[in-house]
């Protein structure tokens, strides 16, 4: 019964992200908001609210703070391997050809602040806390607004000429602006309350399985939260939207570390990375190796596939089975 609880958790998340994915992206449109970058911060937010709310659950309702970073570091690898999804449905042209390069400044945003996520993991003890919150978590915040700003100034005009573009090929002129945030708001409840008994699934998977909170984590909680993010990659697959979907997935792995900043702030027991398992150093070391071949693809852009992946793609998805490999047997 634990399974099909899992699969159900699954199937609602995938569904109401998927929506409310669209009903956010009705409500930047008609307020002017959404085709800035303001629209691109949406996007990753709300894609990422699974994580978040699963996050909030682990740390204040059932205590496993194990289950919050696997999830919240087993997604940023996800994230990382939606790409090669998204090369395989790009056809004949390879990905890394169809966007702009400017994403490899997000991505290189998303290494820093992994890597600051690895260090402070395995030497957590080191760093004083400030009151229970470990001070790491403040160095995320920070990143993460320098990282949006200087985003924001590089690619403020290339973002602003697609915007144009999207407008004139994308409207809602039957959906009114109230039915918009009624439904917003419906399906974000929907996805919360979904997410909110996520971890409790997990803990139980755990225990039936003995596969270790860390595993189940960062594999089965992280691929069921990072739906929503398929979701939005497959639709902007089908308008040729992939740089919005390239970038949600890079805006995602950033937004993500603010996330686990926010469950530290919340986890009062003390600095949540002080309460986990060393473990989770291999899935932030395994993000950085996905992303940074990911950041090799985009700068050297293949001409063309050798089967239905490019050879980066191939790279991504074997460091991501690797890695699971690796924690399986760590458990």
Not at 4 to 26: E, M, N, P, R, W
Not at 75 to 101: H, Q, R, W, Y
Request: net charge neutral; charged share 15%; with cysteine.
């Amino acid at each position: 019964m634990i399974w099909l609880q899992f699969v159900a958790l699954t199937a609602i998340i995938f569904f109401s992200g998927s929506k409310l994915s669209k009903y956010g992206d009705i409500i930047a449109e008609k307020t002017g908001l959404g085709r800035t970058w303001i629209g691109v911060i949406l996007m990753a937010s709300v894609t990422s609210l699974p994580e978040l709310i699963t996050g909030i659950s682990s740390v204040t309702i059932f205590d496993l703070p194990n289950i919050t970073v696997g999830d919240i570091l087993g997604s940023c690898m996800f994230n990382i391997l939606i790409i090669a999804l998204l090369d395989v449905l790009s056809g004949s042209v390879p990905i890394s050809t169809k966007v702009d390069e400017g994403h490899v400044l997000s991505a290189g945003f998303g290494i820093l602040l992994l890597g600051v996520v690895g260090i402070t993991i395995f030497g957590s003890a080191i760093f004083p806390p400030i009151g229970w919150i470990g001070i790491y978590s403040l160095i995320f915040i920070f990143i993460y607004f320098v990282a949006i700003r200087i985003i924001f100034s590089y690619e403020k005009t290339r973002i602003a000429k697609f915007v144009k573009e999207a407008v004139e090929e994308l409207q809602y002129k039957d959906i009114p602006k109230s039915r918009a945030y009624k439904m917003y708001a419906l399906n974000a409840g929907i996805v919360i309350g979904a997410a909110t008994y996520l971890p409790y699934v997990g803990e139980e998977i755990t225990k039936i399985t003995g596969l270790g909170q860390t595993f189940v984590g960062s594999i089965f909680i992280a691929i069921s939260t990072s739906l929503p993010e398929i979701a939005v990659t497959i639709a902007a697959a089908k308008i040729g939207a992939v740089d919005m979907a390239v970038g949600n997935l890079f805006g995602s792995n950033l937004f993500n570390i603010v996330i686990l900043a926010l469950d530290d702030i919340l986890y009062t027991k003390g600095p949540i990375l002080s309460y986990v398992s060393e473990n989770h150093i291999v899935t932030a070391i395994s993000a950085i190796m996905m992303t940074a071949i990911a950041i090799i693809g985009l700068t050297y852009r293949a001409s063309k596939k050798p089967l239905l992946f490019t050879w980066d793609s191939i790279g991504i998805v074997a460091t991501y089975l690797l890695s699971t490999l690796v924690l399986y047997m760590m458990r």
